[in-house]
Structure formats: structure tokens, C-alpha cells
């Protein structure tokens, strides 16, 4: 498949990105600290002061890294304001590589102490001896080039050294924290949150350096013994930047589970799709999204709800593939990254499996709920090339695996209502409904008796450029975009507008309008079908509306008050396409319907299928046994006409008798019938026959 459009730009920005910067900035750092030891020896300098200086320093770094090693603090992005500090000290009496060594004492120490933090601590300390060397650059602008054998002595340490400290430690701070992001972050375009927070902490950094390093320095010449005390602002320094951080990652927390937020997913994707286009290799995301939980909060309260919640978060970990990561996006709804799948079908079969585990029974104050999911998948780079657009499809894809029932749907572009060319058909949708440009065309229902029992409105569409546009493809565009309750206004305004023209002209036939799930579930909709039948006087009697089945799956209770509303109102509701849906007895039991219709599936094979005969007995059966009229769909022959006569259906509607028509063919097709009825082709010309045999010899017509 290939990749959509819209990722293109992401895909541009991360060509950009150098995959080797790591090894290159260690392979520098590791020339650059040889050449400055091999310098440092040639000349006869030492590389780390003596004496009691050197011991102090040496014990003062110690306890820095004893402390860090056994909180188990990470140096990550920000690294240890403690151990800059020091090193920065070390540079400003004896050059820089000494400091380098100190600061390489305290990032690869800690760093190995965190054995699988260990590539990542060699590039700490790679660029901190980078940043280093770019401090001492900026010192020896001033013309200082300190050394173990020539310490910085300044005449006074006053305000006139307060430049060469300034711009050290901007070099330092510069050069490392740069080099850090660029060799650490994912390539998004913008810094990460915990970055972002960090960023800010290097004014705090910046401020520690400035104030305690020269401290250092002035307790190091005229008190060395007492230089193993600055280690407790340097401790308290490392915590503060510590809290700093962690509270960054508890922004990135959901604090009623524990998993990650949606922030956090979307950055940790963007490191997945850097790693995984580094090997050329697919990534997946997973978004999954509990189905009818919305009930459960309504029935047993939100307490109860979030108690849920937690279970089934741990349940999301326990069901985890090896290197998978879970996060909880809000309300009901989760997220599970695969930074590496071998296939589609592959990360399709680990969705279905994660689905699987959330859908066995759940244990709530010995009350058993069996909570079902659906869930979306998206694949890098087939899907999209970028975090937000895999994202963005996985829950295109999740949506879908709702409105059919199917538990797990692949993301596929055809079905994607949000592409580019689905949205510009979005927009002409929506021009043709403002300027009246989409029609509605009349197909008949009848009875076996040839009586017109009613018309459906079949909304239909002509574009401009495109031509007939299918009525699934459109109505769908308008049911994933918010545009579904303008088109229904429009059929309702359009074809109430027909019947009392039809009224008008003495042609009294009810007419069938389809509304959809959202409609029936936004408030007040009862009372506006009411005020339209009013406004165009036209009897409750003459509307009907058709609702499909997956009203019920959503919330039956407020859409069984909707249709009891409408059905008070005197309009008459149908059950459409019944028997594709998955609503129980009970829920069809509740609904205030008064037909209901089969769909065209089980009508096309009634007279081939033994297995749809049957289904369709069934439904008269269970219909007829519930005061229900039963409308078969789909009806193109005689013979399955004839068997549906045979099985008690009420009334048929399909090509056998008459195909949708504009108002105007609809119209004379109506009065064509008149008090006649609707006859088939077959019967009308056995009938002509027997009128022709029934006349007397030689007997002429005119």
C-alpha cells in the first residue's frame, strides 16, 4: 500500500537526520581527549593535580558518584548539575583535560552503574568531554590556557573574572546540551515534553555553574581540605534538577493507571519510526477502544468504572508482546505501540490477540462483566510516515471495527473518510445540500394484493465532475464527518415537502425516511420531526422512519425514549435491513417499531438457499408473533415473490416492482395504479388472456 501524502513532510525531515552523529561525536571526543593527553604528557604536565588539592577534588567527586550510583538516577538529556559544576571548577583552575577526566568519572561511573544505560553513558560522557573542550575554547578567547602546572590564578576573583565565567559556561552549556538533543531526541520538528522541561532546567543549571564553580575554584586554592563540603549543595542541586525531571514525567503519566498519556505515545512513536527507518522495518500502533463501557458508568457509577479501568490496564500489560508498550489515551480508550512487526497480518494478529485478553470476564465485587473491544491498527511506513498520522489512522481503522462488529480492522485508505480526495468530496457534499443540488428518488412498497402500501426516499446524487455518486460512499463520508444530521434535516425537509405536494393532489401514500444511529441519539430530535410534520401540515401517519439495528448497540435505553417520543408524535417506525445486526430479542422487544424489514442478503437467495428460506420463516414468525408488519427487500423475480406470498410476507419492495424514481415518475407511476393497485407483468398478461378468450367469436375491440 502505499504511503498516504500527508506524511511526506515528516518523511523529508527526518532525511535530514545523521543516523551515525553518536559514533561520530564519541569518535571525536575519543580523539580529542587522546590528543590532549598525549599533549599534556609531551609537555611534562600532569593530568590531574597532586596533593591535597588533587585528593579533595578526587574524594569530592567520589561522593558525587556514590550518591548518584545509589539513587540509581539516570543522566539523561539534562545530565547532573553536580557533576557540570565540578568540571567546570577543574577547567577554570587546571584546563580542560582534567575536567574532562572528572566529568567522565561521573558520567561513565554512574552510567555503568545502569548497565543497560551503558552506550547511552558513553555518549554523555563523549559529549560533555566535547562541551568541555568548547569551554576552554571560549576561556582561552580571554587568553587564559590554564594547566596542572599553571593553575588560573586571577589577581582577585571579583567581578572583573565574571566574564570568562559567563562565557565558559555558555560554551559548555551550548555545545553539550545541543549535541545531546541532536544524538537523543527523535527528529519530530520540535523538542519532546521532557526536553522541553529540561531546556528550561538549564537556566537552573546555568545559574549552579555561575555560582558554584568559582566557589570551587577559590576553596580548591586558599582551602582544599574543605572542598569535599561543597558536595552537599551539589547533592542538593542533582535533586532539585531530579524532582524537576520527574515531574515532567508525571505530566506524561495517566495518574488514574499508571500507563502512559497520549503526549508520551506520540513521542515515544516518533523514536519507534526513527529506529525502525534506521533498519528498514515496520512499526505498528494499536488503538483499542472498549465498547458499551459507557453503560457500565451510567448503570454502576464512575467509581466503579475506574475500578474497571485499572483491571483492565493490568490485564493490557499482561497481555503485552515482548518490547510492546501500552498507554491509556482517556476515558475508555488505549493505545499499544509494537516498535517493530514483521507484517500487517502480524501486527493484526497481536491486535486480536490483545482484544481477546480484554474480553474475558472481569470480576467486580463478585458482579462478572464481560467488557468487548474493538480495536484499529495502523502500520509504518505502509499507513503513514509520522506519529500523528498513524495514529490518526489506527483510529480510523478503530471506528471501523466498531461500526461493523468485527473486533480488529487494518487501516485501509478507501474507507478512510479523512484522505484527501474523501474530504473534498466532503465539501461538495456539502455545497450540493446548501444549493439544493441532491435529490431524493421514491421507491414503492406492496402488498400481495397489489395495494401501495407505502414509498421509501432514496437519497441520490449527481456531481458535477465525478457523476452519480454512490449513496453508500456519500452517506458514509457524512456519518464519519459530523455532516450526517444536515442530510437527514435535508431528506426529512425535502421529502415532507413531496408528501403534502402529493396530499395536495389527492395521492395519500405514506413515505419511509432512513435516519441514522446519530440521529436518533441526539437530543431533541423527536421534538423536531414533530415541529417539521406541523410546519408542513402533514398527518404523524404519513411519515415513517427507518432505523437499522445498530441503534441499539450504542445505547438502547436513549433510543428506545427517542422512538417512543416519535411514536407518541403518531409517526411509525421500521426496523431496517433486519437480521444483519447483532440486537437481541429483548432490545427488539422494546422498540416501539411497527415493521420490520428483511434484508435484501436473505431475499436474494430465498428460493436457491434452503439455510435463508429458513431465516426468513423465522423473522415472519418472530415478527408476526409481535404484532409486526414484515417488508421483504430486494425482490427482482416472480418466483421469489411467489415464495414469500407462500410464507405470510405483508409486503414487498425491489426491482420487480418498480426501481427508484424522481419525484415526477414517481408521481405518474402513482396515479397509473390508481384504485387498481400494482399487478405484475406476468399476471396482467394471464389476465388480458383470459378476458380474450372470455370474448365472443368475431368480437372486435376498438
Given at each position: 500500500?502505499?504511503?498516504t ?6 518523511s ?7 543516523p551515525?552523529?553518536p ?12 590528543a ?9 604536565d600532569?593530568l590531574f593535580?597532586g596533593?591535597?588539592?588533587?585528593w579533595?577534588?578526587a574524594?569530592?567527586?567520589?561522593i ?15 545530565g547532573t548539575g553536580s557533576g ?7 577547567l ?5 583535560v ?14 555503568a552503574?545502569r548497565r543497560?544505560r ?5 555518549v554523555?560522557g563523549?559529549?560533555d568531554?566535547l562541551?568541555?573542550g568548547a569551554a ?5 578567547a580571554?587568553g587564559?590556557?590554564s594547566s596542572?602546572?599553571?593553575p ?10 565574571l566574564?570568562e565565567?559567563?562565557?565558559?559556561a555558555?560554551?559548555?552549556l551550548a555545545?553539550s546540551?545541543?549535541?545531546?538533543w541532536l544524538s ?7 523538542l519532546p515534553a ?5 531546556v528550561?532546567?538549564?537556566?537552573l543549571v ?11 575554584a577559590v576553596?580548591?586554592v586558599?582551602?582544599p581540605?574543605?572542598?569535599p ?8 542541586l542533582d535533586?532539585?534538577?531530579?524532582i524537576?525531571?520527574a515531574?515532567?514525567e508525571?505530566?506524561?503519566r ?5 500507563l502512559?498519556n ?8 516518533w523514536?519507534?519510526?526513527d529506529d ?8 505498528a500502533?494499536?488503538l ?6 459507557r453503560?457500565?458508568?451510567d448503570t ?5 468504572g475506574?475500578r474497571?479501568?485499572l483491571?483492565i490496564a493490568?490485564r ?6 515482548r518490547?510492546a508498550?501500552?498507554?491509556r ?5 488505549f493505545?499499544v505501540?509494537?516498535p517493530?512487526t ?5 501486527a493484526q494478529?497481536?491486535?486480536?490477540h490483545l482484544v481477546a485478553a480484554l474480553?474475558?470476564p472481569l470480576?467486580?465485587d463478585g458482579?462478572t462483566?464481560?467488557l468487548?473491544?474493538?480495536?484499529g491498527?495502523?502500520v509504518?511506513?505502509?499507513?503513514a ?5 498513524l495514529l490518526r489512522?489506527a483510529?480510523?481503522a ?8 468485527s473486533?480488529?480492522?487494518l487501516y485501509?485508505a478507501?474507507?478512510?473518510g479523512?484522505?484527501?480526495d ?9 455545497r450540493?445540500?446548501?444549493?439544493g443540488?441532491v435529490?431524493?428518488h421514491?421507491?414503492?412498497k406492496v402488498g ?7 414509498l421509501?426516499?432514496l437519497v441520490?446524487?449527481?456531481h458535477?465532475d465525478?457523476?452519480?455518486?454512490p ?11 459530523g455532516?450526517?444530521p444536515r ?7 425535502t ?12 395521492l395519500?401514500?405514506?413515505v419511509?425516511v432512513?435516519?441514522?444511529?446519530r ?7 423527536a421534538g423536531a ?12 401517519g ?11 448497540l450504542?445505547?438502547?435505553q436513549?433510543a ?6 416519535l411514536?407518541a ?6 426496523l431496517d435491513d433486519?437480521?444483519t445486526?447483532y440486537?437481541s430479542?429483548v432490545?427488539l422487544?422494546?422498540?416501539p417499531?411497527s415493521e420490520?424489514?428483511i434484508?435484501?442478503?436473505f ?5 436457491v438457499?434452503?439455510e ?5 420463516r423465522?423473522?415472519?414468525?418472530l ?8 417488508v421483504a427487500?430486494?425482490?427482482?423475480d416472480?418466483?421469489?415473490?411467489e415464495?414469500l406470498?407462500?410464507l ?11 426501481a ?5 415518475e414517481?408521481?405518474?407511476w402513482?396515479r ?15 389476465l388480458?388472456?383470459?378476458k ?7 368480437q372486435v375491440l376498438?
Amino acid at each position: 500500500m502505499k504511503p498516504t501524502d500527508s506524511a511526506a513532510p515528516a518523511s523529508r525531515l527526518r532525511l535530514l537526520v545523521v543516523p551515525a552523529l553518536p559514533a561520530t561525536i564519541v569518535t571525536a571526543a575519543g580523539l580529542a581527549l587522546a590528543a590532549g593527553v598525549l599533549v599534556n604528557l609531551g609537555e611534562g604536565d600532569a593530568l590531574f593535580p597532586g596533593g591535597s588539592i588533587g585528593w579533595s577534588l578526587a574524594l569530592l567527586t567520589g561522593i558525587i558518584v556514590g550518591h548518584l550510583v545509589a539513587l540509581g538516577r539516570d543522566r539523561w538529556w539534562g545530565g547532573t548539575g553536580s557533576g557540570a559544576a565540578l568540571a567546570l571548577a577543574v577547567l577554570l583552575l587546571f584546563g580542560w583535560v582534567p575536567a574532562a577526566l572528572v566529568s567522565l568519572s561521573v558520567v561513565v561511573l554512574v552510567g555503568a552503574a545502569r548497565r543497560h544505560r551503558w552506550r547511552q553513558a558513553v555518549v554523555h560522557g563523549a559529549v560533555d568531554v566535547l562541551g568541555i573542550g568548547a569551554a576552554a575554547l571560549g576561556l582561552a578567547a580571554f587568553g587564559v590556557a590554564s594547566s596542572v602546572r599553571h593553575p588560573w590564578s586571577p589577581a582577585s576573583w571579583n567581578l572583573s573574572v565574571l566574564p570568562e565565567v559567563v562565557v565558559t559556561a555558555a560554551s559548555y552549556l551550548a555545545v553539550s546540551r545541543g549535541l545531546l538533543w541532536l544524538s537523543l531526541t527523535p527528529r519530530t520538528g520540535q523538542l519532546p515534553a521532557i526536553p522541553r522541561t529540561a531546556v528550561v532546567r538549564q537556566a537552573l543549571v546555568g545559574i549552579a555553574l555561575l555560582g558554584i564553580s568559582p566557589l570551587i575554584a577559590v576553596c580548591a586554592v586558599h582551602a582544599p581540605l574543605l572542598l569535599p563540603l561543597f558536595a552537599v549543595p551539589l547533592i542538593a542541586l542533582d535533586s532539585t534538577l531530579w524532582i524537576a525531571r520527574a515531574r515532567a514525567e508525571e505530566q506524561l503519566r495517566d495518574p488514574l493507571t499508571g500507563l502512559p498519556n497520549r503526549q508520551w505515545l506520540l513521542e515515544r512513536t516518533w523514536t519507534a519510526l526513527d529506529d525502525a527507518e534506521r533498519v528498514n522495518a515496520r512499526s505498528a500502533l494499536v488503538l483499542i477502544d472498549l465498547d458499551r463501557f459507557r453503560s457500565v458508568n451510567d448503570t454502576l457509577g464512575h467509581l466503579a468504572g475506574d475500578r474497571l479501568l485499572l483491571q483492565i490496564a493490568d490485564r493490557l500489560r499482561h497481555a503485552l508482546p515482548r518490547g510492546a508498550e501500552a498507554a491509556r489515551l482517556g476515558g475508555d480508550e488505549f493505545a499499544v505501540l509494537l516498535p517493530t512487526t514483521d507484517s500487517l497480518t502480524s501486527a493484526q494478529r497481536v491486535a486480536r490477540h490483545l482484544v481477546a485478553a480484554l474480553g474475558s470476564p472481569l470480576d467486580l465485587d463478585g458482579l462478572t462483566l464481560v467488557l468487548e473491544a474493538s480495536a484499529g491498527v495502523a502500520v509504518f511506513p505502509d499507513h503513514a510516515l509520522d506519529a500523528e498520522g498513524l495514529l490518526r489512522r489506527a483510529d480510523v481503522a478503530m471506528y471501523q471495527a466498531k461500526r461493523d462488529r468485527s473486533g480488529v480492522e487494518l487501516y485501509e485508505a478507501k474507507r478512510d473518510g479523512n484522505t484527501p480526495d474523501r474530504l473534498g468530496l466532503l465539501g461538495d457534499l456539502r455545497r450540493a445540500l446548501d444549493a439544493g443540488d441532491v435529490e431524493l428518488h421514491y421507491q414503492p412498497k406492496v402488498g400481495f394484493d397489489g395495494h401501495v402500501a407505502g414509498l421509501e426516499a432514496l437519497v441520490r446524487w449527481v456531481h458535477p465532475d465525478r457523476g452519480r455518486v454512490p449513496p453508500d460512499e456519500f452517506i458514509a463520508i457524512a456519518e464519519s464527518s459530523g455532516l450526517m444530521p444536515r442530510l437527514t434535516e435535508y431528506v426529512l425537509e425535502t421529502a415532507l415537502a413531496q408528501v403534502a405536494r402529493w396530499r395536495a393532489m389527492g395521492l395519500e401514500v405514506p413515505v419511509a425516511v432512513n435516519v441514522s444511529p446519530r440521529d436518533v441519539h441526539s437530543p431533541g430530535f423527536a421534538g423536531a420531526v414533530a415541529a417539521r410534520l406541523a410546519r408542513h401540515r402533514v398527518p404523524p401517519g404519513a411519515l415513517q422512519l427507518e432505523i437499522t439495528e445498530h441503534v441499539l448497540l450504542e445505547d438502547p435505553q436513549r433510543a428506545a425514549d427517542t422512538l417512543a417520543g416519535l411514536t407518541a408524535h403518531g409517526v411509525k417506525m421500521s426496523l431496517d435491513d433486519f437480521g444483519t445486526g447483532y440486537s437481541s430479542l429483548v432490545h427488539l422487544r422494546r422498540l416501539p417499531v411497527s415493521e420490520l424489514k428483511i434484508d435484501r442478503s436473505f431475499v436474494a437467495r430465498l428460493a436457491v438457499d434452503t439455510e435463508d428460506a429458513e431465516i426468513v420463516r423465522c423473522t415472519l414468525d418472530l415478527a408476526h408473533s409481535l404484532g409486526l408488519l414484515v417488508v421483504a427487500e430486494g425482490v427482482e423475480d416472480d418466483e421469489t415473490w411467489e415464495r414469500l406470498r407462500d410464507l405470510g410476507c405483508d409486503a414487498v419492495q425491489g426491482w420487480l416492482v418498480a426501481a427508484a424514481m424522481p419525484p415526477d415518475e414517481t408521481t405518474a407511476w402513482l396515479r397509473a395504479r390508481g384504485e387498481r393497485g400494482w399487478q405484475r407483468e406476468s399476471e396482467t398478461a394471464a389476465l388480458a388472456a383470459e378476458k380474450a378468450a372470455e370474448r365472443p367469436s368475431g368480437q372486435v375491440l376498438n
